[in-house]
């Protein structure tokens, strides 16, 4: 007498786990739902190309006037996959003898931490891969894209001349969604005008249930949203995009041994043990590419800016002074500087700065003329100052 083992039904057990992590893990992530999403990556990194340097067009005097040319230019920006992956090891006794699917209701749990960490590391760099980019509150913040409360009432800070909203828009970026904390509800609420009647209504809701300036505005419940590093995240979500790896792989595991990370000792044998083990693994990647615009030549703003805490994260100054390598070192002036994603260019002294959380960071030094020069910084506790030395090209 034979029967259908686990071995045999195994490929039906997968097919059913990876359509739920495909089709559930999105719906537990607000950057999944806003931002763009690219097709599947076939390989650990994709290429986007972005217009780095735009044309421009010249009036021609007089009927034998000069036209002058320009070029165009393009960049690379990279989406790398970094994976996420769990292991829930279950003894076969206690799914025996459950009365509910065991099963059926941890996938849901892997489904809300999978959006959970994605929003974490992508808006605040919590548990960052070392393969990604800088998250978006840290690109903000060198775009000088921070609003600090102080005494401006929640409008003000938001909706007003100077607000969150204003930040984004004045490089020509539209507001495509917003994102908060659940504490923020009771805030924008709590708003009155001067007749002391509540304005968070109509004028401030759209569509959805709740919205600013008729971009809906979330309120992510999967625990990811740092309330501590911002209160309210504003941006041009279409500008963010991800790609999900097509490996992503569900096993049901009955062999094997599960090792501690940290000490590679053997915690479970799950067939010495009569354990069945759930593993997911998850790859995805996304980037910030931040085209050059009209608004924006140079590529230094952000399409994003978020609202201060009433006690701000603490931040270092790092200040970088660039010179050439002449027998008199001399200023440079222009010079392009990209670190943690964003962009900035040395004034007049050939002095840029960044204010950066604790880490470690590379910075790109570039100007045409010189040699390109690549540096590695570490951000502790004390601010950072750095000389550069740029090559003249022969």
């Given at each position: 007498?034979?029967m259908?083992?686990?071995?045999?039904?195994?490929?039906?057990?997968?097919?059913?786990?990876?359509?739920?992590?495909?089709?559930?893990?999105?719906?537990?992530?607000?950057?999944?739902?806003?931002?763009?999403?690219?097709?599947?990556?076939?390989?650990?990194?994709?290429?986007?190309?972005?217009?780095?340097?735009?044309?421009?067009?010249?009036?021609?005097?007089?009927?034998?006037?000069?036209?002058?040319?320009?070029?165009?230019?393009?960049?690379?920006?990279?989406?790398?996959?970094?994976?996420l992956?769990?292991?829930?090891?279950?003894?076969?006794?206690?799914?025996?003898d459950?009365?509910?699917?065991?099963?059926?209701?941890?996938?849901?749990?892997?489904?809300?931490?999978?959006?959970?960490?994605?929003d974490?590391?992508?808006?605040?760099?919590?548990?960052?891969?070392?393969?990604w980019?800088?998250?978006?509150?840290?690109?903000?913040?060198?775009?000088?894209?921070?609003?600090?409360p102080?005494?401006?009432?929640?409008?003000?800070?938001?909706?007003?001349?100077?607000?969150?909203?204003?930040?984004?828009?004045?490089?020509?970026?539209?507001?495509?969604?917003?994102i908060?904390?659940?504490?923020?509800?009771s805030?924008?609420?709590?708003?009155?005008?001067?007749?002391?009647?509540?304005?968070?209504?109509?004028?401030?809701q759209?569509?959805?249930?709740?919205?600013?300036?008729?971009?809906?505005?979330?309120?992510p419940?999967?625990?990811?949203?740092?309330?501590?590093?911002?209160?309210?995240?504003?941006?041009?979500?279409?500008?963010?995009?991800?790609?999900?790896?097509?490996?992503?792989?569900?096993?049901?595991?009955?062999?094997?041994?599960?090792?501690?990370?940290?000490?590679?000792?053997?915690?479970?044998?799950?067939?010495?043990?009569?354990?069945?083990?759930?593993?997911?693994?998850?790859?995805?990647?996304?980037?910030l590419p931040?085209?050059?615009?009209?608004?924006?030549?140079?590529?230094?703003?952000?399409?994003?800016?978020?609202?201060?805490?009433?006690?701000?994260?603490?931040?270092?100054?790092?200040?970088?002074?660039?010179?050439?390598?002449?027998?008199?070192?001399?200023?440079?002036?222009?010079?392009?500087?990209?670190?943690?994603?964003?962009?900035?260019?040395?004034?007049?002294?050939?002095?840029?700065?960044?204010?950066?959380?604790?880490?470690?960071?590379?910075?790109?030094?570039?100007?045409?003329?010189?040699?390109?020069?690549?540096?590695?910084?570490?951000?502790?506790?004390?601010?950072?100052?750095?000389?550069?030395?740029?090559?003249?090209k022969?």
């Amino acid at each position: 007498m034979t029967m259908i083992s686990r071995q045999d039904a195994e490929a039906l057990i997968q097919a059913q786990v990876q359509k739920s992590i495909l089709q559930d893990s999105p719906k537990n992530s607000v950057v999944f739902q806003l931002a763009k999403k690219l097709p599947n990556m076939t390989s650990n990194t994709t290429r986007m190309k972005v217009l780095d340097l735009l044309p421009t067009a010249y009036w021609v005097n007089g009927d034998t006037g000069m036209k002058k040319t320009s070029k165009q230019a393009w960049d690379n920006v990279y989406l790398t996959a970094a994976e996420l992956a769990v292991i829930v090891p279950i003894p076969d006794a206690v799914m025996n003898d459950a009365e509910i699917d065991i099963m059926g209701e941890v996938l849901p749990r892997i489904n809300e931490s999978i959006g959970q960490c994605v929003d974490s590391a992508i808006l605040f760099g919590v548990n960052k891969p070392i393969e990604w980019e800088s998250d978006v509150i840290t690109r903000a913040r060198q775009a000088n894209n921070n609003v600090a409360p102080g005494s401006k009432d929640m409008y003000d800070l938001t909706l007003g001349e100077n607000g969150v909203f204003a930040k984004v828009e004045e490089f020509g970026y539209m507001i495509t969604g917003a994102i908060a904390s659940t504490s923020m509800k009771s805030k924008l609420r709590g708003l009155r005008d001067a007749n002391k009647q509540p304005i968070f209504k109509n004028d401030m809701q759209g569509t959805t249930n709740y919205a600013l300036d008729g971009a809906p505005l979330h309120f992510p419940q999967n625990g990811s949203f740092d309330k501590a590093i911002a209160q309210m995240i504003v941006g041009d979500f279409t500008n963010l995009v991800y790609a999900i790896r097509q490996d992503v792989t569900v096993k049901i595991l009955t062999e094997g041994v599960i090792q501690d990370p940290q000490t590679k000792e053997i915690v479970y044998n799950l067939a010495q043990q009569d354990m069945t083990a759930l593993r997911v693994v998850f790859r995805m990647g996304w980037a910030l590419p931040n085209p050059a615009t009209r608004l924006d030549g140079d590529r230094m703003s952000c399409p994003f800016a978020y609202l201060e805490p009433g006690t701000p994260v603490t931040t270092q100054k790092v200040t970088f002074t660039v010179k050439d390598n002449a027998d008199t070192a001399a200023e440079i002036q222009g010079v392009k500087v990209t670190l943690a994603g964003a962009v900035k260019k040395t004034n007049a002294s050939g002095v840029v700065e960044f204010n950066l959380r604790k880490g470690n960071y590379t910075a790109k030094f570039v100007k045409e003329g010189y040699t390109q020069v690549t540096s590695e910084i570490a951000v502790d506790a004390t601010a950072v100052t750095k000389d550069i030395v740029l090559n003249i090209k022969n």
